[in-house]
């Protein structure tokens, strides 16, 4: 076990290289499983969430071959490279002791019961932010012909003659069912029409990697997709998108510190609402080109004012659930009061007792947070409880008067590349040490 110890009261100043997105590579290393040929991914993360997925691929017979990325001691490494080969699954069962480690591994359940008729995945369980159900998955690969079967914790999809056509219609937008219905769709013997689709960038991603190894998918990022289905898919190489929710934690860690940071690789399209909440508690954005010191991307400069700020959390082009316990650090040291509300999961401020060991004031009332923005934190041990808490409380650890030590460091690990690295490169009093 390991814990980082951070120093708070520097400001942040200098170039934040972004990685690959954790939430657009994980689906797309799920299309290996839709053909027999070669596909390579650029810019992967070097994340926890991609090794326990490459375990779930090499037990489902994929073989993978790792290149790593140039780089050097500043953290500005390139992505990982990867070449995945599907030439050779021998078993379509994703077992319980891998599932039950990362969610997004019923992923595979499309690709499998789109190519070979049978897939056998573990229902992933609930996890720390909420019960994370997969009826939305279910419900659309039966609505294009797959048979699903419960049993001892199992989800079973069979379909012997193939996928169908048809049409999905989504009563929420959910992520993860989009983009298991546009894996699966993409080898359906017809026309399958999604309507109330999920809009997030890493949909787009996943479209445009399908695309490119023969898939014909219209409409991503939109209300409405059509995905006409095709007998084969074929290999490709594609690079993945920047981390979206990385590039904000950071923009984030800017204004905080009152410092200005370059997010190297980092796209604003994708960060619309979330650099839309910064500039009006005090950020200055710009989009910077590439030049001789780095590859372009977003610059965030602080004003140094925090103002308070409300929001609500909504599926894309909304503000993303994923920033809102980033978000709110922020406002626990901005200036007046702040309410947050989390309209996507039931259990998603974790944070907000960890936060108040460090002496924020923030009241629950159900779904929303009041927050009421103090002059000083003051340095504690606090304990990570999921992936974007525990960037929360790195982010307040870094304005804490003292020493902060955060616990449960594997949360952190499972979303962000080389913490430690990127945030002593631009100032920050940070160390992983043995917990
Ligand atoms: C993806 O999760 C992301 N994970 C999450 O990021 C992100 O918070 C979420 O989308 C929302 O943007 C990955 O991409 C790997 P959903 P996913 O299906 O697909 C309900 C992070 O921190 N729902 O869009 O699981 C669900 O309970 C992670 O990086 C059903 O009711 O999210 C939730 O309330 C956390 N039935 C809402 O929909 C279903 O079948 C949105 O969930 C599926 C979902």
Redesign the pocket.
Known sequence: MEKLIIKGGNALHGIVPISGA???A??LMCTPLLTPDPVTLENLPRLA?INTLNDLLNHLGVSITIRGGKGGATGRREGRRMTFDGSEITNTVAPYDIVRK???SI?VLGPLVARFGDATVSMPGG?A???????????ALEAIGADIELKDGYVRATAPHGLTGGTVRFP????????NILMAASLAKGTVNIENP?R?P?IIDLANCLNSMGARIVGAGTEFITIEGVPRLYGCTHSVMPDR?EAGSYAVAAIMTGGDLLLEGANAHDMGAMLGVLEETGGIINEEKACASHKGGVRVKSNGHRKGFDLVTQ??PGF???MQAQFMALAVVADGASVITEA???NRFMHVPELCRLGADITVNGASATVRGVNALKGAPVMAT???ASMSLALAGLVAEGETHINRLYHLD??YEGLEGKLRAVGADVERVPA
């Open positions: 954790k939430n657009a994980l689906p969430d990362m969610r997004a992923l996890c932010i909420g019960n994370r159900p997969i009826d939305l998955h279910l419900k929420i937008a959910s992520v993860g069912a989009t983009e999920a997030e890493e929710v599926p894309f993303p659930t994923d996507i999961f039931e999921d992936l974007r499972r979303g």
